[in-house]
Structure formats: structure tokens, C-alpha cells
């Protein structure tokens, strides 16, 4: 209840704080703690650099990482912390409840031309691709994206075949803000004419392609997949192929067995509708 003293001013700044004090400090700081060892790309990090760098107290991070660490959140090394095993439980159940990452396995094992390749399933996250599912195939090389991993959509062929599917006003407006941008791996610059162009090609083409330009000795073949159900994210299905045995007559039967694929996980009522 406001006092008889409390003015319109101490009202407004009573709601203010209410807005944007945090509700759970102690769960934010948690998300923080897995965020910051999320992007460590597997290194472990000490209690002290975790606390200095989320801005937390070395007593409170202490307590956070212990009750984290008790439900297998994350994983106390001689080197300080990293992601613990719950975490994959997490991320493969978050991902095996669209449908079309339920069927994959088994549709990627009975291709002839995919099932020794290492192929994955991704989605757009802001502007990277983010990866949620691996076939891992029977080929003599293990390569590719690990879970749960992300890479720069302009640069990935699974972040083009993202791309491929939204009008270019929407990929103006999404990558805009963030392009030109230079790949980490080759140097390769990117403008939003380029990406729009490249995009363009792989209309054309039927599937995307990244030669070379987010993992070293790679090539990347990759073809969108409609979302199943209103409520699904629209996702990727993509190859990783050593560069070296990446001749054009493969990159294009693995394109075509991307594409097959890709049309028997969607969903049929959709693909109904969309051409009635």
C-alpha cells in the first residue's frame, strides 16, 4: 500500500525496481556459471577466473558450483570446472522432442549414401547455427560440430541452409547488424551481398555448401527442413566431408541424398496443405 507521504515520483520508481529486480539471483547466477563454461570449448576453469569474470563473490561462485556439481550440472577437475554429463541428458532430450530428430537416426542409417557420413541436425540460433543431433557414420575420419556447439550461420552450411529458407528481408534484418564478417578459419570476408548471393546459389542448387570456411579441411553440404508443427524451430540437415575427398560428383549425390531425406521428415499433412 503507498503512504499518504509517497509521491507519483516514489511510485514509479517502486514499480521500476520491481520490473527489473531480479527474481531468483542465485538461479541466474547458475545459468551464468553454465553459460560461461558452455563457451570455454572444453576448457575447465578455476573457481577464482569463473568468480572474477561473472563479477560473483569467490564464496557464493563456491556455493553455486558445489550445488551444480552435486546434480551433475558440472564436473570438478584439477584444473577447476567443466560441463558435467547432465548436461548431454539435457541437450539430447531438448532436441529428441521435435519429430523430425526423433526419425533421423533411422532414416540416416537406411541411406546408402549417408549412413557411413558423419551428419548433423541444426538450428538458428540468433545468428549462429546451433547443433543438436550426429549421426556419426561408419567412415574411417571423426569430424564435424559437437553437440551442442554453434557456429556463424553466414560461414556453416547448415547456418545457410537456415538462411535459405527465410525472405531476404528477414536475413537483412537479422544479419545486418552483424555483417561484414571474417571467418576465424580462412580469413574469408563476408558482406550482406555476398551472403545473399551465396544464398541465391544455393536456392538454385537445392543445398548449401561451406568450402572450407568454418573448419579447417572440411567441406559442408546441407539442406534445410521445414519445421513439423507451428511450434517446431525450422532446422538443418547437413554432412561434414575431409576436403580432400570432396570431388563434385560426391558433394552432388550427397546433396540429392540430403534432399530425399529431408523430404520424408516432413511432415506430410504440412506438405499437403502447402501445395493444395
Known sequence: MRSDNEGPADADNAAGDRVTRDPAPAVTRAIAIMGLLAESEGRAISLSEMARTLGIAKSSCANLCQALED???????????????RTAELGGAYALQFNQVREFFGLISSSPTLRGEVVQIAMLDQTDALYLARHEGRAPYRFGTPLGSRLPAVFSAAGNALLMSLPDDEVESLLGPTLPLRSGVDGLELTLEDVQRELLQARERGYALDEGHSTVGVIGVAVPLPAWSPGDPPLALGTAIPADQADPVRIAAIGTALREVAARLENPWRARTARD
Open 71 to 85: 546434480g551433475e550440472m558440472i564436473r570438478r577437475t584439477s584444473d577447476g570446472f567443466s560441463l558435467g554429463r
